[in-house]
């Protein structure tokens, strides 16, 4: 499949935004999805994942203010965040695995959170 991400921008910290990851087909026979961030410097880290019977994992850092969830009718998922910090600003990608067939990742999306 291929992942288009969307919804990055500038937001001040505290704030929220929703990124959108839609897919080019259908997401219910996806194993895994994810969503990774990478800072300037760093390498990209998985900031939230979502198996097939929606089993979520967060990284620490984000526990308790993002969440992420997917629909299969639209063919999309999504990380709702809130009270951003600045340590959140990064490119956001958007990950899909199939046990069958394999990886794909979307285009970045980028966030910035200013104080």
């Known amino acids: 499949v291929q992942l288009q991400a969307s919804g990055g921008g500038l937001v001040q910290a505290g704030g929220s935004l929703r990124l959108s990851c839609a897919s080019s087909?259908?997401?219910?026979?996806?194993?895994?999805m994810a969503w990774y961030r990478q800072t300037s410097g760093q390498q990209r880290e998985v900031v939230a994942s979502?198996?097939?019977?929606?089993?979520?994992i967060y990284s620490d850092p984000v526990k308790g203010r993002f969440t992420i969830s997917k629909d299969n009718v639209k063919n999309t998922m999504y990380l709702q965040m809130s009270n951003l910090k600045l340590e959140d600003t990064g490119v956001y990608y958007c990950?899909?695995?199939?046990?069958?067939?394999?990886?794909?990742w979307g285009q970045g999306t980028q966030v910035t959170v200013s104080s």
């Open positions: 979502i198996s097939d019977g929606d089993y979520t």
């Open positions: 087909g259908s997401i219910s026979k996806i194993n895994v």
């Open positions: 990950f899909a695995h199939t046990f069958a067939s394999g990886s794909s």
